[in-house]
């Protein structure tokens, strides 16, 4: 059994968990500067074979906030023999890598049999659980082959890729301890379907991602994708209704709000959300996994904290005016793992 990579930090901002930064025309290192002036801090490169693996992983090791994954997409299966296993093996033992993929089924184009699709999916589902990392899952029309395939190698922590799915499927998912990654295309006008998975499963089971270059969100549409859109995904999403965050006054007043609330305290010391009014001190608490969030806590004084992933409580004692603003989700660029 391998030996787990570290943490890596979180840095701020949002978190495109699927992008292929070699796949993007001009300099990469200018798309992670306009990506983070747009506020996205953290990208997951995401390898699709041994070469573009080890050029995700280069380009991880030269921006600050990239990371890399390592694997082989559907589509090069056929390609998947032991020099190519061997590579991307050698790719998981470096800390910047996060994940075994990008890996799964792709029964809709057929570019590698489906028998070597298979084949090459159940031995990446084994890799991942050799060096305990999730597995980035690219499925299309393959969704019942892809639940028996992930049952039959005990695979633990998965991310559904580009999710394609309806509700059941996210919901089938979300109950074997998934998470269910919605990419841009979730802005287009056509895809309610993902819209309502999405509002269907507990919001620390979704991820977010642009997949850049490619699914533009509707704004752009028909150009080429770019990590700092993963903001489109993100406020389509809040517009599903999704939760974010929970505050809790001493007299266990408890207030939910969507993420892109605001709340400020009242003249008096007590903080007011949506007309509430609640007395301090003040804990805030994340709604579902800790680790797909990020609060800012604003403390007149010029203390200002960010906290990620403490997996509970946060406590703000400190008197006079509090601010506490709830940012968009963002997520563990390792993947979120269940508490416990």
């Known amino acids: 059994m391998n030996e787990p990579n570290p943490e890596p930090p979180v840095h701020g901002g949002a978190v495109d968990t699927h992008c292929h930064l070699f796949l993007l025309d001009g300099d990469p290192a200018e798309r992670v500067r306009e990506a983070r002036e747009a506020g996205v801090g953290t990208l997951v490169c995401v390898g699709i074979d041994p070469g573009s693996s080890r050029r995700s992983l280069e380009l991880a090791r030269t921006l600050p906030g990239v990371y890399a994954t390592a694997g082989m997409h559907p589509h090069d299966a056929s390609g998947y023999d032991e020099r190519a296993r061997a590579e991307i093996e050698d790719l998981l033992s470096d800390p910047l890598v996060l994940a075994v993929g990008e890996c799964g089924l792709d029964f809709y184009r057929m570019h590698s049999p489906r028998e070597e699709q298979e084949a090459a999916l159940a031995d990446q589902v084994r890799l991942a659980r050799a060096f305990d990392l999730p597995l980035v899952v690219h499925v299309r029309e393959a969704w019942p082959e892809i639940l028996r395939l992930l049952d039959e190698g005990s695979a633990e922590r998965v991310v559904l890729h580009c999710f394609s799915g309806d509700e059941d499927m996210a919901r089938a998912c979300v109950e074997r301890g998934w998470f269910v990654s919605f990419a841009t295309n979730v802005t287009y006008p056509k895809n309610d379907h993902l819209r309502r998975a999405a509002a269907a499963i507990p919001l620390d089971r979704v991820l977010v991602e642009t997949d850049s270059p490619f699914l533009a969100p509707q704004r752009i549409r028909g150009r080429d994708n770019a990590p700092a859109n993963v903001l489109d995904a993100i406020e389509e999403l809040r517009g599903a209704g999704a939760e974010a965050m929970q505050i809790t006054g001493t007299g266990g007043t408890a207030v939910r709000i969507v993420a892109s609330t605001s709340f400020v305290d009242a003249a008096g010391g007590g903080l007011v959300v949506d007309g509430t009014a609640l007395t301090g ?10 680790q797909t969030m990020q609060v800012a806590l604003n403390i007149p004084g010029g203390v200002v904290e960010t906290v990620h992933n403490h997996g509970g409580n946060v406590t703000i004692a400190s008197p006079g ?6 940012l968009h989700p963002v997520t563990n660029p390792r993947y979120a793992q269940p508490a416990g």
């Open 321 to 326: 005016t509090v601010q506490v603003s709830a």
């Open 281 to 290: 001190p003040y804990t805030v608490t994340v709604i579902g996994d800790p």
